[in-house]
C-alpha cells in the first residue's frame, strides 16, 4: 500500500514537470537584451572646443577633454566655496533626498527577509482546545465523550525550491534594491544639478540688474541733457519724449529680472530644505566663480556605467528577468516538508509528565495539473514584461545620448555666440573711447557720449546673459555625463558618504 502511494506521488510529479516549458534559450540574457551598439561619438561633427589637455591651439580657451575623469565633486570645476558649501546642504538636507533613503533601506531589508525563504521555518506553537468525535470517525466503536487537550512544542516547515523560484525571488529583490540605489543616486544628481544651475542663474541675474540700474541712470542724464536743451530751444519736445521712452523701456526689465532672481532664490532655499523666509543664501555674481576652462567629457563606451538613470534602467531589466524565472518555477510541482515535536495530554498539570511525548513528519507535493491557464499566461505575461523593460532600457540610452549631444552643441554654438558678442563689446568699447576723445577735443557732445555708452551697456549686457549661459552650458555637460562618481555622490542607505 504504501509503494502505490510513493508512485502515485512521483507519477504526479513526472507529469508536472512534463507540463514545463523548456529552458534552452527561450528568454534571452540581460546582455542579449541591452542590444545597444555604443557610438564612437555623441555627436556627428567635432566641437570646436574639442581637443587634448595640452592642446597650445586652445590655450586659454575653454575646452572639452576627451576620455578625462570628472572629479567626484562635479561642481568643483567652478572654484566656488560658496557653490561646495550649498551643494554640501542641499545633498544632506533636501527631504527628497532623505524619503529616497528610506526607501532604499526599506528595499535592503526586503532582500534579507526574500533571503530568508532558503531557510527552514522554525517556529514554537501552543494550543488547547476542547474536542468530540464522532461515531463513524471511531469506526463503529463505542463513542467517546468529549476532551479537552493542550500541546506546546516546536514546529520545522521547509519548502524545497524545485522551480528556484525563490532564488528568483532574491535575484528580483536584489535587482529592485539596486534600482532604488541607482534612483537615489540620480535623485541626488538632480538636487546637485538644480542647485548649481539656480545658483549660477541667480549670480547671473544679479550682474544683468547691475547693467541695467546702470542703463537707467544713463537715461537719467540723457533726459536731464534732453530738458536743458529744450530749455535752451536747441532740441523738442521729440527728443526729450525719445528720451523718457528709452528709460521706460529700461526700467521695464527690472521688475522680471528681479522676479527671475527671487524664483530662483526661493527654489534654491527649497533644495536645501528651508523655508524661502529662513534661507541664508550667499550674494555673488559671476565674477565671484570660475568659468572652468577643461570640461572632462567622459568616453560614450563609458556612459553606461556613469549615468544613475541607465543602471537604474538595467536594475528593472534584471527585476523583470527575474520575474520571468518566478512564473516559470510556478509551473513546477511544490514539495513541502515539516516535522513537528512536543507535549500533549489532556489537562495543563500533566503536560510535562511520561508518555506525553508526540511527533509528527509529514511531507506535501502539490503539482499544477489544471488551473485554466492562469501560471502560463502569468508566465508569458512576465515575458512581455521582460521586452518592454528591454525596450525602456534602450530608450533610456538614447535619450541620454541625446541629452550629451545637446549639452554639447550648445556648449559649441554658445561659445561661437560669446565670441560674437565679445568682438561686439570690444567694438563698442571703442567707439565710446573714440567719442570720448572727441568730446574731450570739443567735436562731439554729452549726448552723443551718452549714446555711445548706452549702446556700450547694451552690449556689455549681451555679452553678460550669453556669459552666464555659457556657466549653465558647462554644467549641463557634467551632468548629461552621470556627474561625478566618487565620494561626494556615493549612496548608502544611511545617506551620502562624507556628509
Not at 550667499?282 to 556613469?306: C, F, H, K, N, Y
Request: hydrophobic share 45%.
Amino acid at each position: 500500500m504504501m509503494g502505490c502511494r510513493w508512485s502515485v506521488l512521483a507519477g504526479l510529479l513526472l507529469s508536472g514537470c512534463a507540463a514545463l516549458p523548456g529552458n534552452g534559450g527561450e528568454h534571452p540574457d540581460a546582455a542579449e537584451l541591452r542590444g545597444q551598439v555604443v557610438p564612437s561619438r555623441y555627436i556627428a561633427q567635432a566641437l570646436g572646443l574639442e581637443g587634448d589637455a595640452d592642446d597650445e591651439l586652445l590655450a586659454g580657451k575653454q575646452q572639452v577633454v576627451v576620455g578625462a575623469a570628472l572629479e567626484d565633486a562635479w561642481w568643483s570645476v567652478f572654484g566656488s566655496a560658496d557653490i561646495d558649501a550649498l551643494v554640501r546642504r542641499a545633498l544632506a538636507r533636501n527631504r527628497s533626498l532623505n524619503a529616497a533613503r528610506h526607501t532604499l533601506a526599506q528595499a535592503e531589508e526586503l532582500v534579507t527577509a526574500e533571503r530568508g525563504l532558503h531557510a527552514p521555518e522554525v517556529d514554537l506553537a501552543a494550543g488547547a482546545g476542547r474536542e468530540r468525535y464522532g461515531a463513524q470517525a471511531l469506526g463503529g466503536t463505542p463513542p467517546r465523550p468529549p476532551f479537552g487537550y493542550v500541546s506546546v512544542g516546536p514546529r520545522v516547515r521547509y519548502a524545497l525550491d524545485l522551480g528556484g523560484g525563490v532564488d528568483h525571488a532574491v535575484e528580483r529583490q536584489l535587482a529592485f534594491a539596486e534600482r532604488e540605489r541607482q534612483q537615489l543616486r540620480a535623485a541626488a544628481l538632480a538636487v546637485s544639478g538644480n542647485t548649481v544651475t539656480r545658483l549660477l542663474r541667480s549670480a547671473a541675474l544679479r550682474d544683468e540688474i547691475a547693467l541695467v540700474e546702470g542703463l537707467i541712470e544713463l537715461d537719467r542724464e540723457e533726459i536731464a541733457l534732453a530738458n536743458a536743451g529744450l530749455a535752451a530751444g536747441g532740441l523738442t519736445r521729440l527728443d526729450v519724449a525719445a528720451a523718457e521712452g528709452m528709460l521706460a523701456a529700461d526700467a521695464a526689465r527690472l521688475p522680471d529680472l528681479r522676479q527671475e532672481l527671487a524664483l530662483d532664490l526661493d527654489a534654491l532655499a527649497v533644495l536645501l530644505g528651508e523655508a524661502p523666509a529662513d534661507a541664508a543664501l550667499p550674494d555673488i555674481g559671476l565674477a565671484q566663480l570660475t568659468l572652468p576652462r577643461r570640461l572632462p567629457l567622459s568616453l560614450p563606451s563609458e556612459l553606461a556605467q556613469r549615468r544613475p538613470d541607465i543602471r537604474a534602467a538595467e536594475a528593472e531589466l534584471r527585476e523583470a528577468l527575474a520575474a520571468v524565472g518566478i512564473a516559470r518555477a510556478n509551473l513546477y510541482p511544490r514539495i513541502t516538508l515539516s516535522a513537528g515535536y512536543g507535549q500533549q495530554a489532556a489537562s495543563p498539570g500533566k503536560l510535562f509528565s511520561a508518555g506525553a511525548s508526540a511527533w509528527s513528519l509529514a511531507g506535501e507535493l502539490v503539482a499544477p495539473l489544471f488551473d485554466g491557464g492562469r501560471r502560463r499566461a502569468q508566465h508569458q505575461a512576465s515575458a512581455m514584461g521582460l521586452r518592454a523593460s528591454a525596450a525602456r532600457y534602450q530608450q533610456t540610452v538614447l535619450a541620454a545620448f541625446g541629452q550629451v549631444a545637446d549639452a554639447l552643441q550648445s556648449l559649441d554654438y554658445g561659445t561661437q555666440r560669446l565670441a560674437a558678442l565679445d568682438a561686439a563689446c570690444a567694438a563698442s568699447s571703442e567707439q565710446l573711447e573714440l567719442m570720448r576723445r572727441s568730446q574731450r577735443e570739443g567735436q562731439a557732445s554729452r549726448r552723443q557720449v551718452l549714446a555711445a555708452e548706452r549702446n556700450q551697456r547694451l552690449a556689455r549686457l549681451a555679452q553678460q546673459r550669453a556669459l552666464g549661459q555659457r556657466y549653465l552650458d558647462s554644467a549641463q555637460v557634467m551632468l548629461a555625463l552621470g556627474g561625478g562618481d566618487g565620494d561626494a555622490l556615493a549612496v548608502t542607505a544611511d545617506g551620502l558618504s562624507g556628509h
